[in-house]
């Protein structure tokens, strides 16, 4: 069990750290200013809203709060704690990460990815060896040359039954933890035995290049007698470091491709995407034995908004290629489509035909929309059962979408496909919940929803600066609303950055928000300075205000009673009130 991480090595991991490089793992971030924005991987979106502010070392949405360091994003994005976001950020800038002898709580995925890292190296060192020798034989038939092999990872898992449960024992894994991870599965009658058993093994890494589960490719041989034919394809199960549908093969290799191209493509198998990268489209992923769904496309959108897909060009291959736009228009893409001649795959076509047949059907892609209209029409466009249905289909898809620049143009090519009336889409089409408009007060001035008390806070967070002028004129004390005082209390007595992390973080969505907006835009000294006196000076005009209204209250009721010595005391206070001048700014 490992120790607790001292405090002091965390503070130094997040202050050495490049954010912006972390993060581009997943997004790709575009400069802007000292910060950089890209398209938040947190939520759907595709006008960019997602800062992040390398010298700060924060990242933050405009568009659903996200916001956090280095770390949070992490544990956000994988899925792992924080002890596990702070030891891999260490580990990739090469910061030593000394720990204090307090035990901590076990990791919950490093050991599943350390037994995939064992299982890994045994797969590649069995296909070296003597029993890989069919497996490398059936490579070399398939094209596969040693760099490609080399370059993904390619191995070999042995017919014997417990080959790699008695290797991983052996490396010392708990069993529990091979069982967790996928790799081996129990006996009824005891014992483990490997779950990827006489077959290609092709690694899977997720967005961060993480390891995380194997597929198996059966090699080619007879059946025994009375034997059901074992599946081509195996994948692992999903486990707590791998969920299948949102997971690409080779996406940590493709995505600087992706990024550099502007466009990613998507093959079915793994050995198209092996054959495709080898033929120097190295753009190139796959999904896991499913059709592509939502959350991939996601992930690559973050990369690239132009995902091509390729598809067989039979029947088949063209209703698949209808059935995925929908995918594509829940993850805010359009979607393009290839389409292979009969009989051949991504794989068979570029080695039969070569790369720039290839690259002629990738610079000429078919928009995803006709395929998916041209579907749905049929043949027979004087069909009125027909296209009723495939009117309601497209229905069913407009109102999934809320960008009038993608709405506008289906709303026109599926009226002229299915020959209904726009209006008639376009009404019936309206998205059943309309967006929730984002809404940001003014951040140059305290007006809207920004009040004096909540521009105190939000600057106390962006500049430790201004806190000794704030402290020294007491106004926080003055403060109406309870969680503003609260806030700017905790931001006076935050002893260091990290302790005015742990204020802002618990701060509501639209104020964080707002500090954001202060750190980009670069306050100069003197404009925090200006806001700081300004706020005062109206904290304390609004608090004479109110306290003015009180008395004239209190006095038209004195007068009422009759009472005209307390008349006369209020008459007097209300005075020096209203003729009491404004301090100096």
């Not at 590649?124 to 029993?131: H, I, K, T, V």
């Not at 080779?250 to 033929?279: F, K, M, Q, S, T």
């Not at 990738?362 to 059962?385: H, K, Q, S």
């Amino acid at each position: 069990m490992s120790g607790r991480i001292a405090d002091d090595a965390i503070r130094t991991v997040r202050e050495r750290a490049n954010i912006a490089e972390v993060i581009s793992d997943v997004v790709t971030l575009k400069r802007r200013g000292r910060s950089a924005i890209g398209l938040c991987p947190f939520h759907s979106e595709k006008t960019p809203s997602f800062t992040v502010n390398e010298e700060r070392g924060f990242f933050h949405c405009f568009g659903c709060g996200e916001h956090g360091d280095v770390f949070s994003f992490l544990m956000k994005s994988q899925s792992i704690t924080f002890p596990e976001a702070v030891e891999s950020v260490a580990a990739r800038f090469g910061i030593p990460l000394p720990k204090d002898a307090t035990p901590g709580p076990r990791s919950r995925s490093a050991p599943l990815v350390a037994a995939h890292e064992a299982a890994a190296s045994f797969y590649r060192a069995q296909l070296r060896g003597p029993q890989g020798a069919r497996a490398r034989a059936y490579l070399a038939e398939r094209g596969v040359g040693d760099a490609a092999v080399e370059r993904f990872g390619l191995g070999y898992a042995p017919g014997t039954g417990d080959a790699l449960a008695r290797h991983l024992h052996a490396e010392g894994v708990l069993d529990d933890d091979a069982v967790t991870a996928g790799l081996v599965a129990r006996r009824t009658s005891g014992g483990l035995y490997d779950r990827f058993r006489d077959r290609i093994v092709f690694p899977i890494a997720d967005a961060t290049g993480r390891l995380c589960a194997f597929g198996g490719r059966i090699l080619p041989g007879p059946v025994r007698p009375g034997a059901d034919a074992p599946p081509k394809y195996l994948n692992s199960p999903e486990t707590p470091i791998f969920q299948k549908g949102r997971t690409l093969y080779g996406l940590p290799l493709a995505r600087n491709a992706v990024r550099e191209r502007g466009r990613a493509l998507v093959v079915e198998g793994y050995l198209d995407v092996i054959a495709l990268a080898e033929a120097g489209f190295e753009e190139v992923v796959a999904p896991l034995g499913t059709a592509l769904t939502a959350d991939q496309l996601r992930v690559l959108g973050r990369l690239s908004e132009r995902v091509i897909a390729c598809f067989d060009g039979d029947e088949a291959g063209l209703r698949a290629a209808a059935r995925s736009f929908p995918a594509f228009v829940d993850a805010g893409l359009w979607g393009h489509a290839i389409f292979l001649p009969r009989g051949d795959d991504p794989d068979t076509f570029v080695r039969g035909r070569g790369a720039a047949a290839l690259a002629a059907l990738v610079e000429r892609p078919v928009p995803l929309i006709d395929a998916f209209l041209r579907e749905l029409a049929g043949t027979d466009r004087t069909a009125v059962g027909r296209n009723a249905q495939a009117a309601r289909e497209v229905v069913r898809v407009l109102q999934r979408l809320t960008d009038p620049l993608q709405r506008e143009p289906f709303i026109r090519l599926a009226a002229q496909y299915l020959g209904v009336r726009e209006e008639t889409l376009r009404e019936q089409g309206a998205p059943a919940v309309a967006a929730p408009a984002v809404r940001f007060a003014p951040a140059d001035g305290v007006s809207g929803e920004t009040s004096a008390e909540a521009l105190i806070v939000e600057l106390l967070a962006v500049d430790p600066g201004v806190a000794p002028r704030v402290a020294a004129a007491g106004i926080v004390g003055e403060f109406e609303d309870d969680a503003c005082r609260a806030a700017a209390e905790r931001l006076l007595g935050a002893g260091d950055d990290d302790a005015r992390r742990a204020v802002v973080d618990a701060l509501p969505p639209l104020m964080r928000d707002r500090i954001v907006r202060h750190v980009l835009q670069e306050d100069s000294d003197d404009d925090r300075a200006r806001m700081i006196a300004d706020c005062i000076h109206r904290i304390r005009r609004e608090r004479r205000r109110r306290r003015a209204r009180e008395l004239r209250t209190d006095l038209q009721a004195a007068e009422v009673r009759g009472d005209a010595a307390t008349a006369a005391a209020l008459r007097g206070e209300l005075n020096r009130h209203l003729t009491e001048k404004d301090p100096p700014r």
